[in-house]
Structures are given as structure tokens and as C-alpha cells.
């Protein structure tokens, strides 16, 4: 562990001085399949009590019950937020992301009289291509994929050139930098000056629109703001994030567990998401059953999921959530105290929760073993006469790979208590060039007797 901390850029001065980040490392960007480039996509905008808590420490920390996400296959992007000036996404986030092939975003933020005071200072200095070009530099040298740009201070009526101005230059820069960056803006300030949030995509918005990656409406829509940006979005419908807010303050829908029916508002449109402050779940449901209520947060309909395929190997996992009482290697306790650093998250499984299996299997985190890292996923499948038809048959990955010569080892330890005789099978489900389905047992069908640790290759 270590107490090297990451933190944001408060002011201009900061931002403007920057020059070198602190030394870390983290993961490159996964190459993954996301379907077609016009499908509806998730962002998870991350705003959880202010920002910079346990995951702030570069190397982890001993807080093992610190809010943690794992449901990555479900989203495109990931946003940090805070409400500092300049929001840099701490390392472990960075990493977690990337490992499944999502894109990791800061954030640049100005807010009321201080923030109006920042934007006068950056157009009457002429700073425009500083900033642009620092943000930029920032983005590279701590390796994470562009700016969620938060405009929410007034100005003077005859800003609209400068506001234009700065969007176009720091997507420029970020995007020169950072190839493949997104900069996303959010639906705040007008070109007038004003701060009058749309909730739709419209003429009033549309020239920030035409100038980035995206943008993200705020939370107060209705279904008929949503058709009316569909239609003004054209052929960019999926580069309108509708903002969901999970805590539904002043909105017409519902959030919490019911979340998934915004998303399904907007999918209808073929508008992507942003789900904001999803921290929700950890916030108010109460630690004690986070790792449950998580995932009944994010068991989301499959036609809401987005398509995530990994598209690379080697696929190396023992699904590890960046946390744990103890830390193993190879199956070894090698240090037994509480830690928690999500740069030492592992690859996720894509069935995770308590409702697989027509109800009758579960999938989660368990923290007793562990191969490497601080937890196993632990499958339990429970026969129910009035389902006969269910079985245990989990989903780990879905993947777009061609086939061939391939090697494959597993680990694994049945539960104390139950059945003294399990057959346990990998099973992979392949098409051929002619779109022939077929299923693949990798290694053997082995039973497990007792409580014993097995490993099949």
C-alpha cells in the first residue's frame, strides 16, 4: 500500500503550470467489439460524494468496502466527476476500464461567479489554445480518453464565438493527442451566455453539438424532448446521451432499481444513455449489501445491453473486483489484510447476480478464496421442480475471435456443503464461416469430489 495520492487541478494557475503527472501506470485500452457504430451507447457519469475517496490512492488502500463497479460490459464510457476545475480520473480507475475495453473520461468544470471568472479570464488573456493544449497534455500523460466539458457559470451575451472557440480547440488537441478521445459536452450554457438547460437536443445547442463527440443532456426530459432531439440529431442520434439522473430529482421518470426503463426510453430513439451518480446504490442501500444491491442495479434487460465482444487474446482472469480480506497468489494467502485498489480488478464475467438461470443460479464475488487477487466467482445453481427446464449454464465471456490452435487451464474449489459430486464443464459456443452453431467442451468434464481444488487443462 501507499499513501501516493492523485488529485485534481483546482485552478487555472494549476492547469496552465502543468507540466508532468505523477508516475503511475495503467492499463492500455482493450480492444473490444461494440456492435455498430450508430448503436444507442451507456455512459456512467461517476458522482459519488465529491469525488477522490478511497480511490485516490495510486497503490490501493486497507479499506476493502469502498465503492467499487464491475458491470463494465455494460457501458462505452466511464466519466470521474467532481467539482474541482480540472477532474483527472485516478489511476485504478483508469486500468479497471481499459481492462474491458471502456473508455475512461475526465472532467473540466466551471461553476457559478468563480467559474464565470475562470471563462473571462481564459478569453480576455487570449488562452484558449493554452488550455485546449494543456487539457490535452493531461489526458496523454495520465493515458485516459478525453473530457466530459461542464459549462455551468453565465457570461456575458457576446460569448457565444468563445465558447465555440474553446469547445473546437480542445477537441483538437485532445483528439491530436489522444487518438481515439471522445469530448463530450454537456447541455448547460448557451451561446447567448446563458445558463438554460435544454433537456433536448436542439437549435439553441446544436453548435456545440456539431463541434465534439457528443453531448449529454441534462435529466428534466420527456419522451417528446427525446423525439424531437432523435430527429434534430440525424444520422448522430447515438452521439445524444440522455442524462439519467439515479437519484430522479426533478425528473418525469423514475431512478434507483428502475433506471433500466430511462435507458429504455432512450433506446427507443436510438439515443445512447448517461447514467449519472449510480454511486446511488452504495450511498443509500447501505454497505452491508452492496455487492447484491449492485447487481440488481445493473441487471439491466438484455435489450438494453450493448453488444461486448473481446476480440483479443490472451484472456486471463480469476474475475477479482479489485478487492478483499486477504490477498492470494496461485491459490496462497501471501498477505491477510483488508485492501482495495481497482487497478487490480480483473477482466468481469458477463452473468453476474442473483437472478441467472431462470432464477434458479447466482454468480458473485466471494471473498473467502481466491486464485490471484482477493476473490473467485462463486456460481451456485438451486433446482426448482417448477423450472424444470433451467439449468446451470453461466455466461463468462462473450468473444469475437477466429479459432484455432488454442490452450486453456482452469481452477477451481467446490463450496463447503455442497453436493459431494459436481460435473463441472467450460463450455465454448463457436459458429462456423457458414453460420453453423456449435458447442466445444474445453478439457474434460471432471466430477469434484468433497471439498477438493481441481485444475483442468
Known sequence: MSDREIAPLKTLEELLGFEKPLLCSVEPLRDVRRGKPDDPKILFCHDMMGGYLEDRFIHGCGKSDSYRFHHWHLIDSFVYFSHYLVTIPPPGWISAGHKHGVKVL???????????????????????????????????????DGWLINIESEMDKNCGPFLLEFLKAVTTETHRSVPGSLVIWYDSVLLDG??????????????????????????????????????????????????????????????????????????????????????????????????TNQC????????????????????????????????????????????????????????????????????????????????????????DPAKPKASPYFRLFTCDIPLGSLSVSYTFQVYPGCSKMLDIALILNVRTASGEKQQLSLGVTVSVPGDGVLEAK
Open 194 to 291: 446563458k445558463l438554460d438547460w435544454q433537456n433536448e437536443l436542439n437549435e439553441k445547442n446544436a453548435s456545440f453539438f456539431d463541434l465534439c463527440d457528443g453531448i449529454f443532456l441534462n435529466y428534466a426530459w420527456t419522451e417528446e424532448m427525446l423525439l424531437k432531439s432523435a430527429g434534430h440529431a440525424g444520422t448522430r442520434k447515438s452521439d445524444v446521451y440522455v442524462g439519467i439522473d439515479v437519484f430522479a430529482r426533478k425528473t418525469k421518470y423514475s431512478g434507483g432499481y428502475e433506471t433500466f426503463k430511462a435507458v429504455e426510453v432512450a433506446r427507443k430513439h436510438g439515443l445512447s444513455s448517461a447514467i449519472f451518480a449510480a454511486g446511488w446504490v452504495y450511498e443509500t442501500q447501505g454497505k452491508k449489501d452492496f455487492a
Open 106 to 144: 475526465g472532467t473540466f468544470i466551471v461553476e457559478s461567479d468563480p467559474g464565470t471568472k475562470v471563462l473571462n479570464e481564459i478569453w480576455e488573456a487570449n488562452l484558449v489554445s493554452k488550455v485546449a493544449s494543456q487539457l490535452a497534455l493531461v489526458a496523454a500523460l495520465y493515458k485516459f
Open 296 to 383: 440488481r442495479f445493473w441487471d439491466f434487460p438484455e435489450h438494453c445491453c450493448p453488444e461486448w465482444r473481446v476480440t483479443t487474446l490472451p484472456l486471463c482472469t480469476s474475475f477479482c473486483q479489485g478487492f478483499g480480506e486477504k490477498l492470494f497468489k496461485a491459490g496462497e494467502v501471501v498477505r491477510p489484510i483488508a485492501w482495495f485498489d481497482l487497478s487490480r480488478q480483473q477482466l468481469q464475467p458477463r452473468d453476474q447476480g442473483h437472478s441467472l438461470c431462470d432464477g434458479c443460479g447466482v454468480a458473485e464475488v466471494c471473498t473467502e478464496w481466491a486464485y490471484n487477487g482477493g476473490g473467485c466467482l462463486l456460481l451456485r445453481f438451486t433446482p
